[in-house]
């Protein structure tokens, strides 16, 4: 049974940097799609990076430029990087990872909180 457990979430100024970590235990087959996705109060969850085994990396636009998304295959641990934190960052973040095709097992996270503010 795979459980992904996300950490590194907190408080943080405007402006400021945060890393979230995310460990797998157990394995996760290399081809899987590793993501965040974060939820703010009142809105639906989203996509804000991704990674496949290839390392080929997509992010959402609000965070382009900004966040940078890194994967250890030999660790089963994926991380985010954000930078330059604004207001609107603010949300739980969540670590996915899924087949990229569709098959086989999806996995999430608890989620982290993230909160910028001053």
């Known amino acids: 049974q795979v459980q992904l457990v996300e950490s590194g979430g907190g408080l943080v100024q405007p402006g400021g940097s945060l890393r979230l970590s995310c460990a797998a235990s157990g394995r996760i087959p290399n081809i899987y799609v590793m993501g965040w996705y974060r939820q703010a109060p009142g809105k639906q969850r989203e996509l804000v990076a991704a990674?496949?085994?290839?390392?080929?990396?997509n992010y959402a636009d609000p965070v382009k430029g900004r966040f940078t998304i890194s994967r250890d295959s030999a660790r089963n641990t994926v991380y985010l990087q954000m930078n330059s934190l604004l207001p609107e960052d603010t949300a739980v973040y969540y670590c996915n990872a899924k087949h990229p095709y569709g098959g086989g097992s999806e996995y999430w996270g608890r989620g982290t909180q993230v909160t910028v503010s001053s």
């Open positions: 990674i496949d085994s290839d390392g080929y990396m």
